[in-house]
């Protein structure tokens, strides 16, 4: 997260006595990333962040797979994913590999008995339906309908729902999630040309510490297992940190569109980056308008990536039946493109209302027992 942001009350100095008013130090910690290359902020505990109470057995995550190689294009019907009440639980991986694991949720209750830290993976979490905030150890994030979170791995995190009607589109990624190279300049700074700056951020706000003892429960991803550690102080005891490693939230309502005169190429949508996979933004937006434009796609190979679409809302250009909470899946290796009469059916129109999410990953995605469960069956000879 490349801006520098302070919230709560910081020494002058780093890695120098910051002193309580009732007398004692505050406790520092480094929390970095790539080592100590990547992105780091400097956080100031009342307690030691170290004090393990008690580990229980872990639990296995692991995705149940069920195609391993896949080149069937596929129609996930991402609402028929059942709610439940517990935010972990009501996670379904769909498509995963060892870069990313895709899936959806939908949470009835918040998460406010536990704590949660993915320490293997930066999450991504696009919040189809519901509001609500984020709680984390840096501050608190407020979300609503269309915001991207972006949750650093290691982040000790809450999520409190306004109520019981939430859909999630979520991303574990085991490389780190950043905005792309190319929209930044030399020092980092968004330029001009990007479809949204450094404003429209959601940064943490409200860090309210709690000084509290007790016994604290971390649940901790790591290598697929999800581990149960008891802690002897709360973990939102910070009470200032500054630096660079934090989450964020992005509203895909603040995305810009970039058009042209003839139809503008996928990277034109790109959100965020990875080394493993990239993630678009299709909102609404002015069609082409050269007086011979064809505003659907053209017939695409990505070849050697497959293109995961969540539809969102709105009238997808380029689809017949797809509806909201739809997912398709065009594996690497086949083309794909409009389906019969959108191509034609696009010429002359003004403009598109349709808001959806891509996910197009370098490595193939396998697919889960779950994702079979919803998927159409069908979807592969739509086409003809
Ligand atoms: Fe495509």
């Not at 490389?175 to 450094?198: D, M, S």
């Amino acid at each position: 997260m490349p801006i520098y942001h302070s919230l709560g009350k910081i020494p002058p100095k780093r890695h120098t006595q910051f002193e309580k008013p009732e007398g004692g130090l505050y406790y520092e910690q480094l929390f970095g990333t790539i080592g100590f290359d990547g992105m780091s902020s400097l956080l100031y505990h009342i307690h030691r962040p170290t004090q393990i109470r008690q580990i229980d057995s872990p639990l296995d995550l692991a995705p149940k797979i069920a195609v391993e190689k896949n080149i069937t294009p596929r129609k996930l019907i991402g609402f028929d994913i059942g709610p439940k009440a517990d935010f972990l639980e009501a996670r379904e991986p769909l498509m995963v590999n060892t870069d990313i694991h895709i899936g959806l949720a939908a949470p009835t209750g918040s998460l406010t008995d536990y704590f949660y830290k993915n320490a293997d993976a930066d999450e991504l979490l696009f919040i189809h339906r519901g509001s609500g905030i984020l709680k984390t150890f840096l501050g608190d994030i407020p979300f609503e309908y269309g915001d991207y979170l972006i949750i650093p791995r290691g982040m000790i995190y809450q999520i409190h729902f306004d109520g019981p009607d939430n859909r999630i589109l979520y991303a574990e990624s085991f490389h780190p999630i950043h905005t792309p190279k190319r929209y930044r300049n030399w020092f980092g700074q968004l330029g001009e040309h990007a479809p949204y700056c450094e404003r429209d951020y959601k940064l943490p706000r409200a860090l309210a510490p709690i000084d509290q003892k007790g016994d604290f429960l971390i649940k901790i991803k790591k290598q697929g297992m999800l581990h149960h550690l008891v802690y002897a102080t709360h973990p939102f005891d910070v009470v200032g940190w500054d630096g660079y490693n934090y989450p964020y939230g992005f509203s895909i309502h603040n995305f810009e569109p970039i058009t042209g005169r003839i139809h503008q190429p996928p990277p034109v949508h790109q959100t965020f980056e990875t080394s493993a996979f990239v993630v678009c933004s299709f909102c609404p937006r002015l069609y082409d308008y050269h007086p011979k434009a064809i505003p659907a796609p053209y017939n695409h190979s990505n070849i050697d990536s497959d293109e995961m679409l969540y539809y969102v809302d709105g009238d997808f250009m380029s689809r017949t039946n797809v509806a909201a909470g739809h997912i398709s899946l065009h594996p690497a290796g086949i083309p794909h493109g409009p389906h019969p009469g959108t191509y034609e059916g696009s010429i002359g129109k003004r403009g598109t209302d349709e808001l959806a999410v891509m996910i197009d990953t370098f490595r193939p995605l396998m697919l889960t027992e779950k994702a079979l469960g919803i998927d159409d069956g069908r979807y592969f000879s739509s086409w003809l």
